[in-house]
């Protein structure tokens, strides 16, 4: 399948839909998954057109998760779960829904089911919040 480039995190690196960012660089962002599956759950993008871990370029994916680690790490930092998923879906039979690659941060703070979809929209001002709480330890 073709890249599209009018998907939501396409929109958001055009600036064309907000999001709450807490990291960004020459090759990569980083925002607050607005359906949350946990407190403090973070996506980590390249600024590059790539569907899925296959499209991307080894420096551009090195970028990529190096940011995944460094945002994860603050993350870490800002909320204290007891663990720390790291994810990643390709294609509609994995269950990704966004089709611009994208590495899940998901800070794990209790035992049990987990599924990556299925949450409502989470309150603006709550992930504004944790966004600036992870920002504070990406700045120090
Ligand atoms: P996927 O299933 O493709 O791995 O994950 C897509 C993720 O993007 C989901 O966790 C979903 O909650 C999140 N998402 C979908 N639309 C938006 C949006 O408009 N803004 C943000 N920040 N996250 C989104």
Redesign the pocket.
Known sequence: MAYDPNN?FAK?LRGE?P?HKVFEDDATLA?????P?TRGHT?VIPKAEAENIFDLSPEMLTATILTTRKVAAAVRAAFEPEGMMIGQ?NGAMA????FHL?F?IIPRYEPGGFR??GKPAEDPDLLADHAAAIRAHLDS
């Open positions: 939501v958001i839909v999001a925002f607050m998954d607005i359906m599956q996506l879906l269950g990704q829904t966004v994208h899940h990556f979809h």
